[in-house]
């Protein structure tokens, strides 16, 4: 009886149905973009979605993208727990376990993670009416390395690296990125997680293109960044220098900085203290509204 609950269990999580009240969704199926494998376990991507209580719903959803330096993910911690912060106060939210870069899965692994992040948002945008929420309340919130990955479906949105033959739109209403690495310059980035996208030697070409404050344009998406001045894991300055680049595009963008606390500040304070700025900044942008959709 016990083996039949867990067979069941997994088999619910294979065909996406609901699990403990939230559903995984797969972001792929038969054939995976990029991958040199045939569809497989270790290269599945996929979405948990967090829906929040209908009477509460306000119309928004954030796709969330925890951090770990592209070597891990730091799913439960800078994933689950944000999705239930943001679902109690009526966002949608979804959790992405995005592929971490692989040179034995994939055909070019600095684009794995990318491709499942537009995959990510086309999904939700193209479903958004069955959720009850708004296609153009979309947002992104990344953690981190998972904050370069947010920041890079922002600032590469007009090229699609999936199929998209409805050409649904790939750009993030509204970013959100806490301690991101932004960078892949050597003065700045994190060198763990540019190691892990990019490869021990990349190209001059390569590190530009996923340098992501090199391209800002007016059609980025509005955006809040905060982080701390004491992060020694990634450097303050990622943040700075993508609000430097907002800025000069003329942007709306928010930078709040935190004195100390080190990188993962946010999982050691109390969830206001870091929500209600969020949604302070997504208020006064216009995408969330908690009295209409």
Partial sequence: MVNKSISLFFFCLTIGYSVSGQEILPLSSDSIPN?????GKDEQSSMEM??????NATGTAVIIFPGGGYAFLAYEEEGVLIAKAFAKRGIAAFVVRYRLPKNETMKDKSFGPLIDAQQAIKTVRSKAASWDINTHRIGVIGYSAGGHLASTL??????????NQK??????????????????????THI????????????????????NEL????????????HTGDDSLVDVNNS?????????????????????GNHGFTQRMPVNEWLEPMLAFLKR?????????
Wanted: proline share 8%.
């Fill in 35 to 39: 991958s040199i494998l045939k569809s």
């Fill in 50 to 55: 967090y829906l929040p209580l209908k009477e």
């Fill in 154 to 163: 922002g600032t590469h949105f007009s090229k699609s690296y999936v199929p």
């Fill in 167 to 188: 050409n649904i739109s790939l750009r993030p209403d509204f970013m959100i990125l806490v301690y991101p690495v932004i960078s892949m310059e050597d003065s700045l």
């Fill in 192 to 211: 763990g997680s540019r190691i892990c996208l990019l490869g021990m030697d990349p190209s001059k070409e390569r590190v530009n293109m996923f340098s």
């Fill in 215 to 226: 391209h800002v344009t007016k059609e980025t998406p509005p955006t809040y960044l905060t």
């Fill in 240 to 260: 700075i220098v993508f609000y430097q680049a907002l800025q000069k595009n003329r942007v709306d963008a928010e930078l709040h900085l935190f004195p100390k």
């Fill in 285 to 293: 942008e216009g995408f969330y509204n908690n009295s209409s959709k």
